[in-house]
């Protein structure tokens, strides 16, 4: 697994950039000069189902039409709709984490702060996903991961993934 600090290039993941607060990805290739948090995806499926966002001049920045910015749908931000998507991020990061790991206490801890960040992210119509992952993350790292085989930043990653997989389905 990479460095958190690294530069390195992440194939097919979802970088953040805090320079302008965006998640950004270049053909399958994100370089991050600081905090990177991978996230997998289809790319095929991305590229089909997310706009492209126009660059900032920059000279660091990659062109223009290669640079994607992932958002949750708008109308995820309707209360009962949001109500909704966490209750099902709830249930199934849960499932996911005793599927993948194995079954603890913490993973139930877990869904339910991941549930409840994310839920509030979407009422205050919070709809970049790295924004969503970094409000997450810190948030999940109020639960004691001691006797656990995940942190805060892995479950975030995970949970953004699962939330990535249900906006492509529903698209």
Request: hydrophobic residues 50%; without cysteine; charged residues 15%.
């Given at each position: 697994?990479?460095?958190?600090?690294?530069?390195?290039?992440?194939l097919n993941a979802v970088a953040y950039i805090p320079s302008n607060s965006t998640v950004r990805?270049?053909?399958?290739?994100?370089?991050?000069?600081?905090?990177?948090?991978?996230?997998?995806?289809?790319?095929?499926s991305l590229r089909r189902s997310f706009s492209l966002l126009r660059a900032k001049s920059s000279g660091d920045e990659e062109p223009e039409e290669f640079v994607e910015e992932l958002r949750?749908?708008?109308?995820?931000?309707?209360?009962?709709?949001?109500?909704e998507v966490s209750e099902w991020l709830r249930v199934t990061l849960n499932k996911w984490l005793d599927d993948e790991y194995c079954r603890e206490d913490a993973n139930l801890e877990i869904s339910k702060v991941a549930s409840a960040s994310f839920c509030k992210s979407l009422m205050e119509k919070q709809m970049e996903i790295g924004e969503i992952l970094l409000k997450m993350a810190k948030d999940l790292e109020s639960i004691s991961y001691k006797e656990s085989f995940h942190g805060a930043f892995s479950s975030a990653n995970a949970a953004v993934d699962l939330i990535i997989r249900r906006i492509e389905q529903e698209m």
């Open positions: 697994m990479a460095s958190l600090f690294s530069s390195a290039p992440i990805r270049a053909r399958g290739f994100s370089f991050a000069p600081a905090f990177h948090f991978p996230v997998e995806f289809n790319r095929r949750v749908p708008i109308h995820w931000t309707e209360p009962s709709k949001a109500l």
